[in-house]
Nanobody, 120 residues
Framework: QVQLVESGGGLVQTGGSLRLSCAVS????????MHWFRQAPGKPRELVAN???????SYVDFAKGRFTVSIDNAKRAVYLEMNNLKPEDTAVYYC??????????????WGQGIQVTVSS
């Protein structure tokens, strides 16, 4: 299974910014699609944003205008840039990455989750 390593979370004040990274820990052929989810305490996991290929992105309503996702195949990583953060953005954030391994087999992997806390 292809391993993903998330980084970039932490504590930030309302209005601040964070950039989450999700790096693939081994050589792969291609990242095809990725999704970011989040889960707040006592709530179900929810979708934040999607990306595919070089230019397709989509965002749920609370992320539009504040969050930006991207795929960097050269660095084998995906990103979630979050601006104007609000206390309700506090959650554990998970990346989900899908693509092709060097042997051309598909992979579908999840990150370990990373805490984002926004103080009021």
């Amino acid at each position: 299974q292809v391993q993903l390593v998330e980084s970039g979370g932490g504590l930030v004040q309302t209005g601040g910014s964070l950039r989450l990274s999700c790096a693939v820990s081994e050589s792969i052929l291609l990242i095809e699609t990725m999704h970011w989810f989040r889960q707040a305490p006592g709530k179900p996991r929810e979708l934040v944003a999607n990306a595919a290929g070089d230019s397709y992105t989509s965002y749920v309503d609370f992320a539009k205008g504040r969050f930006t996702v991207s795929i960097d195949n050269a660095k084998r990583a995906v990103y979630l840039e979050m601006n104007n953060l609000k206390p309700e953005d506090t959650a554990v954030y998970y990346c989900n990455v899908n693509g092709r391994k060097t042997g051309r087999d598909d992979f579908h992997s999840w990150g370990q989750g990373i805490q984002v806390t926004v103080s009021s």
